[in-house]
């Protein structure tokens, strides 16, 4: 099969897709994206409930050049000029409800702005991102993180506005104790889980979905021209907009029941899988593969 043809552009999720444990996308996948770029000519888009501050590494080394869907769509950004093509943030006084909350009540959170992720030194998700930047070659890479500054404070005082509140829970207990957290607010934000142990607030309506078509709208894209990858919760709405949709392996059920295919796990390589036997023919990966090295150094 090659769906190149029809789907000339590849749109994908990060963690649970492309990248693995400890934010690490394998070499392999890496190659196979890589190869996808050469033949499309630069045609591959990111969405991720990440702040695409923490994905400047893979921005790099994927030569991204279009723009990045991320905070679960609440942000779009043109990674070569820095400009925002598209922000919508939760509005102060419900993200100053929600952290006081989150606060009193000590329940872990991450706050994300468009420059900064804020949070407390002992969240073990914090705790996982420190532990990435360390172990970066180069510091460009590194996720912009503060652990000291009372981000509650410059939240009232108009000096930050948040695009995400991240709950990171490890149990049924600490579900419990996020879910006490939304329901107050329930019917005022958006509320949904981007992995198994991550649930994310952020402003109504807000969704990859709704991002990806102001994208298209911004720049004349076709979302029928579109292949996606992804596996959670925070996918389906995207997955419901493009041309063509394969969930991974690793996916939610909701996922899958909508996907037009399913490729392998992230842990597989599920999207080099699909890339390489579905999307690009023989003759487009004999051409290009070989190239890769020179071009990707």
Same mark, same amino acid.
């Given at each position: ?16 897709? &492309? ?31 990440? !702040? ?15 723009? &990045?869907?991320?905070? =679960?769509?609440?942000? &779009? ?61 180069? =510091?460009?890479?590194?996720?912009? !993180? ?12 108009? $000096? ?14 600490? !579900? $419990? ?28 309506? &807000? ?30 709405? !995207? ?29 597989? =390589? ?28």
């Amino acid at each position: 099969m090659n769906l190149f043809k029809k789907y000339p552009y590849v749109i994908t999720d990060l963690d649970g897709t &492309i990248a693995g444990e400890g934010y690490v996308i394998n070499e392999e996948t890496y190659e196979a994206l890589q190869t996808y770029q050469l033949v499309s000519d630069y045609h591959l888009f990111l969405a991720s409930g990440r !702040l695409d501050l923490m994905a400047k590494e893979y921005f790099a080394k994927l030569k991204i050049k279009t723009p &990045i869907i991320s905070c =679960n769509g609440a942000l &779009i950004r043109d990674p070569i000029s820095n400009e925002v093509l598209y922000q919508q943030t939760l509005s102060q006084d419900l993200a100053i409800k929600i952290l006081t909350m989150a606060l009193e009540h000590d329940i872990d959170h991450i706050v994300y702005t468009a420059s900064m992720i804020y949070g407390h030194p002992h969240s073990k998700r914090i705790a996982l991102m420190m532990k990435y930047n360390e172990q970066l070659v180069d =510091n460009n890479y590194q996720i912009p !993180l503060d652990t000291e500054t009372n981000y509650l404070e410059l939240l009232k005082n108009n $000096d930050i506005q948040v695009l995400k509140i991240l709950f990171p829970f490890n149990s049924t207990a600490e !579900l $419990d104790r996020v879910q006490f957290i939304n329901e107050p607010f329930k019917d005022q934000i958006e509320g949904v889980f981007s992995q198994k142990d991550l649930f994310d607030i952020q402003a109504l309506n &807000i969704n990859k979905g709704n991002a990806f078509k102001k994208l298209c709208e911004l720049k004349g894209y076709d979302p029928h021209q579109f292949i996606f990858y992804g596996d959670n919760y925070n996918d389906i709405e !995207l997955a419901k907009s493009v041309g063509y949709t394969v969930a991974m392996g690793n996916s939610v059920l909701e996922l899958k029941k909508i996907a037009n295919s399913t490729t392998t796990s992230v842990v597989d =390589n599920g999207v080099r899988e699909h890339l390489f036997t579905e999307v690009l023919s023989k003759e487009q990966i004999a051409e290009f593969l070989p190239q890769v090295k020179n071009v990707f150094k």
